[in-house]
Nanobody
Framework: QVQLVESGGSSVQPGGSLRLACAASGFTLSSAIMNWVRQAPGKGLEWVSSIYVGGSTFYADSVKGRFTISRDNAENTLYLQMNNVKPEDTAVYYC?????????RGQGTQVTVSS
């Protein structure tokens, strides 16, 4: 059974750092296209970052240079390192397996950026 469990969300001040983790089970993380997406209060889902099977990474313009996606193949865990966070980064963050099917999303972890 494919399962994704996010952790690491918390409240942080602007300019601070946070690392989100997504523990995967039921499949091999390194053989999948994995994404981080987020949903801010009252808004729709927004794509944040992706890592492809070969290791290529991609970022939304809004987080480029501040966030880093990575994976630990031995731990089968996906990470999102968030640096220099801004109030507009406040959202529920989800990790998502988009390929191969089935597409799966975790339950999310809350990140709040506020002074």
């Amino acid at each position: 059974q494919v399962q994704l469990v996010e952790s690491g969300g918390s409240s942080v001040q602007p300019g601070g750092s946070l690392r989100l983790a997504c523990a995967a089970s039921g499949f091999t993380l390194s053989s999948a296209i994995m994404n981080w997406v987020r949903q801010a209060p009252g808004k729709g889902l927004e794509w944040v970052s992706s890592i492809y099977v070969g290791g290529s990474t991609f970022y939304a313009d809004s987080v480029k240079g501040r966030f880093t996606i990575s994976r630990d193949n031995a731990e089968n865990t996906l990470y999102l390192q968030m640096n220099n966070v801004k109030p507009e980064d406040t959202a529920v963050y989800y990790c998502e397996k988009s390929s191969p099917s089935p597409q799966t999303r975790g339950q999310g972890t809350q990140v709040t950026v506020s002074s």
